[in-house]
T-cell receptor, first 115, second 112 residues
Framework: DARVTQTPRHKVTEMGQEVTMRCQPI?????VFWYRQTMMQGLELLAY????????DSGMPKDRFSAEMPDATLATLKIQPSEPRDSAVYFC?????????????FGSGTQLSVL | AQSVAQPEDQVNVAEGNPLTVKCTYS??????LFWYVQYPNRGLQFLLK??????LVKGSYGFEAEFNKSQTSFHLKKPSALVSDSALYFC??????????FGPGTRLSVLP
């Protein structure tokens, strides 16, 4: 059963520390999205990649956030330094538009708490 | 720019009654429209989509949605609600799978 895998599931850290979240998209999917979910803002698109190239990262605070795809099986989202306002659930999702399926498959998320 | 509105934060319905969760959208060109559901502590799960063709789309768990181009709406419906349908529902629009934009979500509570 193909699924998007995110690690870690939970992360508690102190303000100022670096946080790295990882995502393994479904094998063969060439589009990867990072979303952040909070009660106040709902689901916010942070960045997305097509064929490992960033297509849109306008939703991401550039001074502290960075997103990369070192290879087709791994996407990373880093926060350095982290702040309490970064506390949220971060979701990765993958898709394969060329399959004419056009739907997103979400991971279970990383629950981040910055103290 | 595309956008999605879900006018109701919360929808309450009695078990066995029909339910409707509303969604309106704004997008240039032909919309790809989706409904996703989120259960507690889980990622979003695909329910159904409209790309083209019949305006009434059927999806998972007995849900369906009706595309109305003149009203730019894509309301989610189910003839008979179950308690297990209680969850957070998101409407989304995507131009050709390029960039999914989600609505704010509607919390559905089905009361026994």
């Amino acid at each position: 059963d193909a699924r998007v895998t995110q690690t870690p599931r939970h992360k508690v850290t102190e303000m100022g520390q670096e946080v790295t979240m990882r995502c393994q998209p479904i094998l063969g999917h060439n589009t990867v999205f990072w979303y952040r979910q909070t009660m106040m803002q709902g689901l916010e698109l942070l960045a997305y990649f097509r064929n490992r190239a960033p297509l849109d990262d306008s939703g991401m605070p550039k001074d502290r956030f960075s997103a990369e795809m070192p290879d087709a099986t791994l996407a990373t989202l880093k926060i350095q330094p982290s702040e309490p306002r970064d506390s949220a659930v971060y979701f990765c999702a993958s898709a394969q538009p060329e399959d004419r399926d056009e739907k997103l498959f979400f991971g279970s998320g990383t629950q981040l708490s910055v103290l | 720019a595309q956008s999605v509105a879900q006018p109701e934060d919360q929808v309450n319905v009695a078990e066995g009654n029909p339910l409707t969760v509303k969604c309106t959208y704004s997008v240039s060109g032909n919309p790809y429209l989706f409904w996703y559901v989120q259960y507690p502590n889980r990622g979003l799960q695909f329910l159904l989509k409209y790309i083209t063709g019949d305006n009434l789309v059927k999806g998972s768990y007995g849900f369906e949605a009706e595309f109305n181009k003149s009203q730019t709406s894509f309301h989610l419906k189910k003839p008979s609600a179950l308690v297990s349908d209680s969850a957070l529902y998101f409407c989304a629009v995507s131009p050709y799978g390029q960039n999914f934009v989600f609505g704010p979500g509607t919390r559905l509570s089905v009361l026994p």
